[in-house]
């Protein structure tokens, strides 16, 4: 294996507007501890030592990003985003192909999960290191679920034997997902995670358990809950 293949990066899609959490301030810049959230992530993946380096994905004319001042530091590359996620994702895929990186893992992983720990990163690494397609963090699910009809009726109940819910980090050989990205893409697909554009390929992604405490964070009551689990974390990188 060459030093190359060996390197692993970090993509972080962080161009969203956050409709949901109902803000003026896109949510990843919200305050988590006294610390805007994106800064917790990408903390998270910038001190873990496998990661050589993070490209995050941010909205055109970005003030509050360029305000931060984590585009100045090391291990750091700023891309622009685009309308959806996984057009923010092509972009920065598209960078690290350009610095000549497509035989490297890369490690897709939303602004907006800043409770990450690194023994799920560990985890992901050990259990993909020679995995030919590559894979996800997921949880299975744990209570019955319904599918809703009209008027929020009960139309069914899905069996969840072997549903998971898909985490991120997604991790892939660079070059393969760029590929698969565009093509979905290129059939109109906007996929909404990694997986989905590598299983439109053809592949079957593995999945590797996950943390309950790696949420996205999406709506207003979610960040009370990623400040209790940052917090039960201490500071530490789990
Ligand atoms: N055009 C987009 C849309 C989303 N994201 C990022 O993808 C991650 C997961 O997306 P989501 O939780 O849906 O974030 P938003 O799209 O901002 O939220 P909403 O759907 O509520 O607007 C977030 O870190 C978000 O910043 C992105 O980089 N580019
Ligand atoms: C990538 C992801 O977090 C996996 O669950 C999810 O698909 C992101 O979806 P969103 O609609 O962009 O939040």
Not at 88 to 112: E, I, P, R
């Amino acid at each position: 294996m060459t030093a190359e293949d060996d390197r692993v990066w970090a993509v972080v899609p962080a161009a969203g507007a956050g409709t949901r959490m109902g803000t003026e301030v896109p949510k990843q810049y919200l305050p988590l501890l006294g610390r805007p959230l994106i800064e917790h992530t990408l903390e998270r993946l910038l001190s873990h030592p496998r990661i050589a380096g993070v490209v995050v994905a941010v909205a055109a004319g970005d003030e509050r990003w360029r305000a931060l001042g984590l585009a100045g530091r090391p291990g750091v590359t700023t891309v622009t985003g685009g309308a959806e996620r996984c057009h923010s994702v092509l972009n920065a895929l598209a960078w690290l192909l350009g610095q000549g990186h497509g035989g490297a893992w890369v490690l897709v992983h939303d602004a907006a999960r800043p409770c990450l720990s690194h023994g799920e990163i560990d985890r992901l690494l050990e259990a993909l290191a020679e995995d030919p397609v590559g894979g996800l963090l997921g949880l299975p699910v744990r209570d019955t679920m319904k599918r809703a009809g009209a008027q929020d009726r009960v139309a069914g109940t899905v069996p969840r034997e072997g549903l998971w819910h898909a985490l991120t980090p997604q991790m892939f050989r660079t070059g393969a997902l760029h590929g698969a990205l565009g093509a979905a893409l290129d059939r109109g697909e906007l996929v909404t995670d990694e997986s989905s554009a590598m299983e439109l390929a053809g592949h079957a992604p593995r999945l590797v358990p996950g943390r309950p405490e790696n949420i996205k964070v999406t709506r207003p009551e979610d960040l009370a809950l990623a400040e209790l689990y940052l917090r039960q974390q201490g500071g530490s990188t789990g």
